[in-house]
C-alpha cells in the first residue's frame, strides 16, 4: 500500500495564480485533513473532512478551499495564490472521526508563492 | 486561546543516552496525546499514544508520561540511536471534537556520536 500520497512534491507560483494540490490515501480511511507547516512552526490545520461528503475549517481556513471527491481523495485549492501562503503542505488521513486520533501523513508538497 | 508548547526547541544527547523531550498543554478537554516524530523532508511519523484516562504507556524504546495536573506531557527515548535525530512533535485532541489535533512547536533532538 502506498499510504498517503500527494502531488506535487514541489510548486512554484506567482502572486494571483490558481493551482489544486491532491491528495489520496489507499488505507479506506473516513477522515482526511490538509495542514500547513511553516518554518520553525507545528502543524496547523486548514481543513478537515471527517466523513465522505462533509468539510469543515480549521485553524487557518482563508485563501484555501476543499473538496472531499469521494473517500480516498481530498483535494486543497488556492484561488488566488498569496506569498503568505508560501509553507509546506501536509494531508493526513484518520480511520475513525471522533475516536483515536492517529492521523497518517503524506510526503508533504512544497509551495513557493513569488 | 489553547495552546500546546514545548519547553525546550533543541535537545542534544550522546548515543546511548536516554532522551527526554516534553510538552505542555492547556486545553483541558483534551483527552487524547499523540507524539510525533519529523525526519528532514518528511511528513510527521506516528510515535506513540496515551489516552487521558492513563499515566503511563510504553512502546518499543519510547514511553509517554502523562500528568493530567500540570497539563503536562513527556517523551522518553531509551538507548536513543542517531536515527533517532529528528523533529519531535506532541499534539493534543479531544476525541469528541472531530478528531481534530492540536500540535506544538516541535523539538529538535541532536544525537550526537
Known amino acids: 500500500n502506498a499510504g498517503v500520497t500527494q502531488t506535487p512534491k514541489f510548486q512554484v507560483l506567482k502572486t494571483g495564480q490558481s493551482m489544486t494540490l491532491q491528495c489520496a490515501q489507499d488505507?479506506?480511511?473516513?477522515?482526511m485533513y490538509w495542514y500547513r507547516q511553516d518554518p520553525g512552526m507545528g502543524l496547523r490545520l486548514i481543513y478537515y473532512?471527517?466523513?465522505?461528503?462533509?468539510?469543515d475549517k480549521g485553524e487557518v481556513p482563508n485563501g484555501y478551499n476543499v473538496s472531499r471527491l469521494n473517500k480516498r481523495e481530498f483535494s486543497l485549492r488556492l484561488e488566488s495564490a498569496a506569498p503568505s501562503q508560501t509553507s509546506v503542505y501536509f494531508c493526513?488521513?484518520?480511520?475513525?472521526?471522533?475516536?483515536?486520533?492517529?492521523?497518517?501523513f503524506g510526503p508533504g508538497t512544497r509551495l513557493t508563492v513569488t | 486561546g489553547e495552546s500546546v508548547g514545548l519547553h525546550l526547541p533543541t535537545l542534544s544527547v550522546q548515543e546511548g543516552d536516554n532522551s527526554i523531550i516534553n510538552c505542555a498543554y492547556s486545553?483541558?478537554?483534551?483527552?487524547?496525546f499523540i507524539w510525533y516524530k519529523q525526519e528532514s523532508g518528511k511528513g510527521p511519523q506516528f510515535i506513540i499514544d496515551?489516552?487521558?484516562?492513563?499515566d503511563k504507556r510504553q512502546g518499543q524504546r519510547v514511553t509517554v508520561l502523562l500528568n493530567k495536573t500540570v497539563k503536562h506531557l513527556s517523551l522518553q527515548i531509551a538507548a536513543t540511536q542517531p536515527g533517532d535525530s529528528a523533529v519531535y512533535f506532541c499534539?493534543?485532541?479531544?476525541?469528541?471534537?472531530?478528531?481534530?489535533?492540536?500540535f506544538g512547536t516541535g523539538t529538535q533532538l541532536k544525537v550526537e556520536l
Open positions: 486545553n483541558s478537554a483534551s483527552d487524547y
Open positions: 493526513a488521513s484518520s480511520p475513525r472521526a471522533g475516536g483515536s486520533g492517529e492521523q497518517y
Open positions: 499534539a493534543e485532541g479531544d476525541t469528541g471534537g472531530g478528531n481534530k489535533l492540536t
Open positions: 473532512s471527517a466523513s465522505e461528503g462533509t468539510t
Open positions: 488505507m479506506n480511511h473516513n477522515s
Open positions: 496515551i489516552r487521558s484516562n492513563m
